[in-house]
């Protein structure tokens, strides 16, 4: 019926699908992931606030809208997994770089090493080749040691002192040139350890950075896998959107054809139910000129039985004194004037009002999905009426996709409609009469099974039929709304 709901998700456009791909690129995970989840929260709300049932709409909209919900509902997912492998990405760029420039300055180092064992080469060389001479001019002088060939050829020129000198200068090469070639061989053999290790090193680092490299392409493919994910999404919604508002004129076309619906079946029940009033009025009065009648004819008796009483009562009164008057010539004795006992009344009855309507809950279990009154169509869906909202005009109870729970009446009554109603599926309509003065009737809808018929009388607590979604109806569910003198009134506030 109109009174249900003909919500639908609207996909966000591919625009906001790009704004939000390039806020995730640009570094701003976290905000972002703080609006997906204010966004997923909203959804589900909105979700939660479409009842189980979507009159109104044909099956084909119906599962569009269904196609459309579940996408929406898989946006914040989709758009947190980009997010998730966007920060992957830079995270594996940034090892690979750090690792590539760990790379790039253990080669710099080796270089330096390298600078380091040429010219500690040269040196050695040098110090080899100082050496080499010292051995030379010994070679030369026989073997003998440097020293002493300086003093014998100084004794033979007679200069002492000078050979001596000599001597010393010698002997202070030789061994300078030793120290610093022992020096630079150890200079050499902890350059060539360094250098061992930072070869070493530089091995591990670009080991690690291809490895670095292969994580970094692999979170980009899983990123692009997510982007491609996310923007079929978005594509999908854009497209059932663009689809579910090229039919809204159909829909509203149907819409106005079950308002018009509603209000011809809720017009016979108005009618019928202002002629129970009229009824119940013309039965009140007719049981009052009645009652008056009674009480005339009542009073009548009573009074004529009062002159009768009272006529043999004045008989009797008369022949006492008669009698009296007799027995005072016999005796001095006077027996009491007799007194008649009071006519004795009836008790006069209160009629109580009754003190609340009388009905009872007409499921056991379930969960309320939907309440009665008008609803705004929630920010990001599609209104198909243009209207801004819709009236529920009655109270849901859903049962999670489990159909054939009973359907109780929810007071005493005549069934005056049982059958197939339309958008209404399987439906039932009692009349309870005037309540209060005022005409109820209780509507069921979307039974799997009606077990009444019309014309049949009720009562309370009565299984009438089962739950179902039949007729406009995505799930098991039992919509029930009350009649009062023509009217939906929100059920919750009579029972």
């Known amino acids: 019926m109109l009174a249900k709901a003909v919500w639908c998700r609207v996909a966000r456009s591919g625009a906001v699908g790009a704004l939000s791909i390039a806020l995730l690129v640009s570094g701003g995970v976290g905000a972002h992931a703080d609006e997906l989840d204010d966004r997923k929260v909203q959804?589900?709300?909105?979700?939660?606030?479409?009842?189980?049932?979507?009159?109104?709409?044909d099956d084909d909209i119906k599962v569009t809208d269904s196609k459309l919900r579940g996408l929406q509902a898989q946006l914040p997912a989709a758009?947190?997994?980009?997010?998730?492998?966007?920060?992957?990405?830079?995270?594996?760029a940034d090892e690979a770089a750090d690792l590539a420039r760990r790379v790039q300055s253990a080669g710099e180092t080796r270089d330096q090493l390298n600078v380091k064992?040429?010219?500690?080469?040269?040196?050695?060389?040098?110090?080899?080749?100082?050496?080499?001479?010292?051995?030379?001019?010994a070679y030369k002088r026989g073997g003998v040691s440097s020293d002493l060939s300086l003093l014998l050829n100084?004794?033979?020129?007679?200069?002492?002192?000078?050979g001596m000198d000599l001597a010393d200068q010698a002997m202070r090469s030789q061994n300078a040139a030793l120290d610093a070639l022992s020096e630079q061989s150890a200079t050499d053999e902890n350059?060539?350890?360094?250098?061992?290790?930072?070869e070493a090193e530089i091995t591990d680092l670009k080991s690690a950075a291809d490895a670095a490299l292969v994580r970094e392409q692999v979170a980009r493919d899983d990123a692009e896998t997510k982007k491609q994910s996310l923007d079929g999404i978005i594509s999908q919604t854009d497209?059932?959107?663009?689809?579910?508002?090229?039919q809204r004129p159909r829909i509203q076309e149907k819409l106005r054809t079950v308002e018009a619906e509603q209000v011809q079946v809720n017009g016979e029940?108005?009618?019928?139910?202002?002629?129970?009033?009229?009824?119940?009025a013309e039965r009140k009065r007719k049981a009052a000129e009645a009652a008056e009648a009674e009480r005339k004819r009542a009073a009548q008796k009573a009074a004529e039985q009062q002159a009768k009483w009272e006529r043999e009562e004045a008989d009797r009164a008369k022949k006492a004194r008669e009698e009296a008057a007799r027995q005072k010539k016999k005796s001095t004795y006077v027996k009491p004037p007799y007194v008649a006992p009071k006519p004795q009344t009836a008790p006069q009855t209160v009629p109580q009002e009754r003190s609340s309507w009388g009905l009872i809950r007409p499921v056991n279990g379930g969960r309320q999905t939907s309440s009665?009154?008008?609803?705004?169509?929630?920010?990001?869906?599609?209104?198909?009426?243009?209207?801004?909202?819709?009236v529920h005009a009655g109270v849901d109870w859903g049962f999670g996709g489990q159909c054939g729970t009973p359907v109780h009446a929810a007071a005493d009554g005549e069934v005056w409609m049982a059958g197939w109603g339309g958008t209404s599926g399987n439906k039932v309509t009692i009349s309870h009469g005037v309540v209060k003065g005022k005409a109820l009737a209780t509507n069921y809808h979307h039974m799997q099974r009606v077990v009444v018929s019309a014309g049949q009388n009720v009562k309370q607590g009565q299984t009438i039929g089962y739950v179902g979604t039949t007729g406009n109806s995505t799930g098991c569910h039992m919509h029930f709304e009350t009649i009062v003198n023509g009217s939906a009134v929100n059920p919750l506030g009579l029972l």
């Open 43 to 57: 959804v589900e709300q909105n979700i939660d606030h479409i009842s189980e049932d979507l009159e109104v709409l």
């Open 79 to 92: 758009e947190q997994a980009l997010a998730d492998a966007q920060g992957r990405v830079g995270r594996a």
């Open 117 to 137: 064992m040429a010219e500690s080469k040269a040196k050695l060389e040098d110090s080899k080749q100082v050496i080499g001479q010292i051995a030379t001019g």
């Open 154 to 162: 100084a004794s033979s020129d007679g200069n002492l002192a000078a």
């Open 191 to 198: 350059v060539k350890l360094r250098l061992a290790a930072v």
């Open 239 to 246: 497209a059932l959107s663009a689809e579910l508002l090229a």
């Open 269 to 280: 029940i108005k009618e019928r139910q202002e002629r129970l009033i009229r009824e119940e």
């Open 372 to 390: 009665f009154g008008f609803r705004p169509t929630p920010s990001g869906t599609i209104d198909y009426g243009g209207r801004g909202g819709y």
